[in-house]
């Protein structure tokens, strides 16, 4: 093999050959538990660099090889794995620097990790996947090893949350690999393509493509947190933080969201979904799950469950984003990949922090908290007004796009539609900083630690800082080249103009 097939291939192994040494050391390895860990994560960061910069270049990378007679295994780097691949890299690092403080004292964390880079592994495999049954395995594959970590504490909850978990991931997965099959019969093995396949399908094959086109937006839901398939994100709020922030951030909802924008731009194409009237309704169910996320998390006392169901609500801007068929929306909703990925893992981070520092669970204990944990709650107040669309950071960026976006498309409607989702998340966040910073304590805290000269423990105290640097940064260096921003142009200049022009 060349060298632009072997880098793919040594992207997805870095984690993967990790969880195998991690599952081997014994429990008390933790020294050399951190190294593999740290070392496979800038090691994978390195190769996802290398990527970014040949695929800018028109550098092509990737494997194929037969798996069964008319379907290929295919890996292949191209400008929107990119964006997946290159957010999972980044918040990989930080998230395994977090979990390594997070879990300092706590049993199974052999087990923890070696799952934990599994489902790193599989992350990565989705993100760089050619085809959709390369997707599949890679997305199932995700299904199973994140599974341990969310029922890692073991207790009757964390357990009752797998269940429901599994359910519902593995039944999207039936119907995701049920309409997989029906495209291969119907269609053939079709790889991942700028402009997809569709545009001049048979007037014959539009019923089955429409119907096919729904079982895979169903299959990828769930992961995507569409209503009404939502149901298993916040109970999942029993994992451990870092947990939460892989699901949320990099992971699990991400996947879904990804593999939606991967059907309707690479196996579809724009022309053709928005020929077959696939793109209005989608945008209509996303529209509804933005707000009714919102919603929901106004009613949630629980400071884990108010950011899942706000999770909820934010990953739908990236399927309106796509489903509005312009190409300043799709800017939008793809920029809004990695944007949300950053603002969500800094609220996470911070949840942990609270939880961990201060015994700190529900909205009505952090009252105060903010003079006890000021770097902490600095970066959970940059996530939040991120998340609100306040200039200049992150969720502006996005919000504005979209906005831009909507009205380019004669799609005014969704104009209203992100305005009220902005007042609500101004709804549900401005309450929790005014507990933070000017309410004061309620007592003593639930569980108090200390940890020395830092608010708490050095592992947890600078991940969230520096995601929530990464926050303004995106923001107000937008418009520089490899900005989230540039790269989600260059993905759209590519996807509606194949040929340049």
Partial sequence: ??????????????????SLVIFALPEKGYRLRTAVNLGAAGLKLALVAVMVWGVFHGVEYGLSFTMVPGVEFVLKADGLSMMFAGLSAVLWLLTT?????YLEDSPNRARFFGFFSLCVASTMGIALAGNLFTFFLFYEMLTLSTYPLVVHRGTEKALKA????????LGGGAVLLAAIAWLHGVAGDLPFKEGGHFVDADPDMHRSLILIFVLLVAGLGVKAALFPLHGWLPQAMVAPAPVSALLHAVAVVKAGAFGIVRVVH???????????GLLEPLAWLAAFT??????????????????????????????????????????????????????????FFCAGNYAETLGIHRIDEMDGAGRR????????????????????????ITKWTMGTGALEA?????????????????????PLLHRLWFRE????????????????????????LLTAVMTVMVGVLASLPFSPLSWAELIVLREYYPDGS
């Fill in 410 to 430: 004669n799609m005014g409607w969704v104009v209203v539609v992100l305005v009220l989702s902005s007042l609500l998340n101004a709804a549900y966040f401005l």
């Fill in 266 to 276: 690479d196996i579809y194409g724009l022309e053709a979904s928005s020929a077959l």
């Fill in 97 to 101: 620097i977090y979990a390594v403080g």
């Fill in 162 to 169: 797998g269940r429901t978990y599994i359910i519902y991931t």
């Fill in 1 to 18: 093999m060349t060298l632009t097939a072997w880098i793919p291939l040594l992207a997805l192994m870095t984690s993967l050959l990790a």
């Fill in 290 to 347: 933005m707000l009714y996320g919102s919603l929901r998390a106004l009613w949630q006392v629980d400071l884990k469950r108010r950011l899942a169901f706000s999770t909820v609500s934010q990953v739908s801007y990236i399927v309106l984003g796509i489903a509005m068929f312009g190409p300043v929306a799709a800017v939008g909703g793809l920029v809004h990949l990695l944007h949300q990925g950053i603002m969500k893992i800094t609220l």
């Fill in 373 to 396: 944990m000021p770097g902490t709650s600095m970066a959970f107040t940059i996530g939040a007004f991120g998340m609100i669309g306040a200039p200049p950071l992150a969720g502006f």
């Fill in 441 to 464: 304590p309620n007592g003593s805290w639930p569980h108090e630690r200390h940890w020395g000269r830092l608010e708490t423990s050095a592992w947890l105290f600078w991940p969230p």
